[in-house]
């Protein structure tokens, strides 16, 4: 290994060990090099990967910090390998969202809170007065979209899953953008299919939460078929 990947390696070990902690501030510059065994310029080179990571943050005349390592920062750049593998043939990575967006509605059916329900019903309201107008906000009942599949993520208590719904999330925005505006009766249908999902959440029922997630992703995948072949938005972002 190059000793840049020393540093990063040794440094992600002191972190997993306990020697590092969220928010701790990394040893000075001379000192870090000393005790890893290298030069300052791949120190730098370490940390600085380390950054873009999302592991350490540096601030200007103050050091070098650990982020809090939250799991959505970390996953981040799970981003570039939903683009990546979009591509070619998107409904890969519909599929594998279906997978963990299914299991975070089953999870969270017996663990979001009663305030959180209040949230999500407020917003579905919000996307049922726009789908009654005409001609009504398609970017707003996006953020609706958005914000209504983050709060079922946010109640399967399982971070990981979080910052993997996450890292699809806003890749999902032009596509979806695309079938509001050229499928007809799209958004009531995808309003309906968010409804259904609501009381299963609400009737504390997992496996129907499951399932009614399935059947609205399902329908979102099925819509691939129908984007265009020239000018669509044939990427992992499309929905």
């Not at 020393?6 to 000192?31: H, S």
């Not at 299963?200 to 997630?213: C, F, G, Q, S, V």
């Not at 329908?219 to 000018?231: A, F, H, I, T, Y």
């Amino acid at each position: 290994m190059s000793r840049t990947e020393d540093v990063v390696d040794n440094i992600k070990r002191m972190i997993l060990d306990g020697v590092l902690r969220p928010g701790d501030r990394l040893p000075v510059e001379k000192d870090l090099a000393e005790s890893l065994g290298v030069s300052r310029g791949a120190l730098r080179e370490g940390v600085s990967a380390l950054s873009i990571l999302g592991i350490v943050s540096t601030r200007q005349g103050d050091g070098t910090y650990v982020t809090s390592l939250d799991a959505t920062q970390l996953l981040a750049p799970m981003g570039f390998v939903v683009d990546l593998h979009g591509q070619g043939d998107p409904r890969h990575v519909y599929a594998v969202r279906r997978l963990i967006e299914c299991e975070a509605a089953r999870i969270a059916a017996t663990r979001i809170t009663d305030e959180a329900l209040g949230q999500a019903r407020e917003l579905l309201d919000e996307a049922a007065r726009m789908v009654g107008q005409a001609p009504h906000d398609h970017e707003r009942l996006i953020e609706i979209d958005i914000a209504f599949h983050r709060i079922i993520a946010a109640h399967s208590d399982n971070p990981v899953l979080v910052g993997l719904i996450e890292a699809f999330a806003r890749r999902t925005v032009h596509g979806r953008l695309w079938r509001s505006l050229h499928e007809e009766d799209a958004d009531r249908r995808t309003h309906d299919e968010h409804v259904a999902i609501w009381t299963a959440l609400a009737a504390r029922d997992p496996e129907r939460a499951r399932i009614r997630m399935a059947n609205h992703l399902i329908g979102v995948e099925e819509s691939l078929n129908r984007l265009p072949g020239d000018g669509g938005p044939r990427r992992a972002g499309d929905r």
